[in-house]
Nanobody, 127 residues
């Protein structure tokens, strides 16, 4: 089992920055991919970014490329999402999720294959 706890959300003006944290416990994540997703009411949860724990490989959604940075701190078992140049359309509940790489398949894995999820943290960007 993997437990994930997000933090760092809040209210920020457009153009501002936030850093989200996702602390993992229960298992060492060396064989996992950790992703960030976001959701707004009435819409599906969408992929934001992912990092492969073993080698630090990253992938971003086109909408956040060059503005967001995902990283991991192996000593703290923590994944970060640094969000810069925030826009109102970045508003939503942000979730981190984990999925074992031993399952194989494409990388990053699709949303449906992540089997551990945090409770989410709200990010609101005002215009």
């Amino acid at each position: 089992q993997v437990q994930l706890v997000e933090s760092g959300g809040g209210l920020v003006q457009a153009g501002g920055s936030l850093r989200l944290s996702c602390v993992a416990s229960g298992r060492i994540l060396s064989r996992y991919t950790v992703g960030w997703f976001r959701q707004v009411p009435g819409k599906e949860r969408e992929f934001v970014a992912a990092v492969r724990w073993s080698d630090g490989s990253t992938k971003y959604a086109d909408s956040v490329e060059a503005r967001f940075t995902i990283s991991r701190d192996t000593a703290k078992n923590t994944v970060y999402l640094q969000m810069n140049s925030l826009k109102p359309e970045d508003t939503g509940v942000y979730y981190c999720a984990a999925r074992s790489n031993l399952l194989g398949g494409t990388w990053p894995p699709p949303r449906s294959e992540y089997n551990y999820w945090g409770q989410g943290t709200q990010v609101t960007v005002s215009s």
